[in-house]
T-cell receptor, first 116, second 115 residues
Framework: AQTVTQSQPEMSVQEAETVTLSCTYD???????LFWYKQPPSRQMILVIR??????QNATENRFSVNFQKAAKSFSLKISDSQLGDAAMYFC?????????????FGPGTSLSVIP | KAGVTQTPRYLIKTRGQQVTLSCSPI?????VSWYQQTPGQGLQFLFE???????NKGNFPGRFSGRQFSNSRSEMNVSTLELGDSALYLC??????????????FGEGSRLTVL
């Protein structure tokens, strides 16, 4: 069965600094998607960034980028120039390819604090 | 475009009662998934519906059930409530299909407290 692990329950970063959140996953599939979702306190979860497993190039969305190491099954999120609004729970998530429909497996989450 | 709407947002029930939660997906989204979020277990997949059919189901007891209507709105029901059912229940919708990016669009959740 596929699993997603986030080894850092809590992280903190100074405003304007850079922080990296770790994620590893286990799968025997070759076709899958990886995601980072953000859940601010008492607000709905939103997608931060997405990576298709067949793409070698790491995804980037403004201040957010990933380091996708397929062989190592590692998918870390780097947040540059951290802002107060980045404080949230961050979930790493995995989804098999098209045939798995919409069953997404989430990691336990990392709570990120941003220090002014 | 309206987002995913979940009702009710908060509810309190007692053990043994049942509860029904509702989810209206984003217009045009035909897939609706349900997740249970608790501090101890994190986010756990309950089930997913597409065109009124349950396509995928997580490892939850039969007390947890759901359905989807022809307008893609979905409901989930929990019968014979237990204290451990206290959680935030999240609904997510997506386009699904060959153009599927895999992205889920979440509602704000229904927070259930069982006393």
């Amino acid at each position: 069965a596929q699993t997603v692990t986030q080894s850092q329950p809590e992280m903190s970063v100074q405003e304007a600094e850079t922080v990296t959140l770790s994620c590893t996953y286990d799968t025997s599939e070759s076709d899958y998607y990886l995601f980072w979702y953000k859940q601010p306190p008492s607000r709905q979860m939103i997608l931060v960034i997405r990576q298709e497993a067949y793409k070698q190039q790491n995804a980037t969305e403004n201040r957010f980028s990933v380091n996708f190491q397929k062989a190592a099954k590692s998918f870390s999120l780097k947040i540059s120039d951290s802002q107060l609004g980045d404080a949230a729970m961050y979930f790493c998530a995995y989804k098999m390819g098209e045939t798995s429909y919409d069953k997404v497996i989430f990691g336990p989450g990392t709570s990120l604090s941003v220090i002014p | 475009k309206a987002g995913v709407t979940q009702t009710p947002r908060y509810l309190i029930k007692t053990r043994g009662q049942q509860v029904t939660l509702s989810c209206s997906p984003i217009s045009g989204h035909r897939s609706v998934s349900w997740y249970q979020q608790t501090p101890g277990q994190g986010l756990q997949f309950l089930f997913e519906y597409f065109s009124e059919t349950q396509r995928n189901k997580g490892n939850f007891p039969g007390r947890f059930s759901g359905r989807q209507f022809s307008n893609s709105r979905s409901e989930m029901n929990v019968s014979t409530l237990e204290l451990g059912d206290s959680a935030l229940y999240l609904c997510a919708s997506s386009l699904s299909g060959g153009w599927n990016t895999g992205e889920l669009f979440f509602g704000e959740g229904s927070r259930l407290t069982v006393l």
